[in-house]
């Protein structure tokens, strides 16, 4: 009986995949420990983790004051995410400006937001 209400709460669709627990934990842990984050970023990216291990890569460069290689990392993301036609591709290459900027390479950072803008995936 509470099956079918159970399913019906929690459709596959609204359950976040192992991909997404371990990008959440991995972002958590960059917050807290940035150096620690980039040992798991590298070793999860190893066994084939693709664009989400990238991410968490650049977020915990980034909060070690790496803004250069966070951009990398970044780019590599956004490149893999495209490859899969993910919904945050557009997002990633707008970190990966984001990055860029701080890093005070300005070049790479508009060609980054150029491509964050031709996605289309933008809001506001």
Known sequence: ???PLFLALHSPDALPTMDEVKLTECLKLASADAPSAIVEANEWS???GGWRAR???GFAQFK???AAAAAVAYEQAATLAAAQKAGETAKLWAQA???ALVAHDSDRAIAFFSKAIDGGQLEG
Do not use: I, T, Y
């Open 64 to 66: 070690a004051g790496n």
């Open 55 to 57: 991410q968490c890569l």
């Open 97 to 99: 400006g984001n990055a």
């Open 46 to 48: 190893s066994k084939a």
């Open 1 to 3: 009986m509470f099956l």
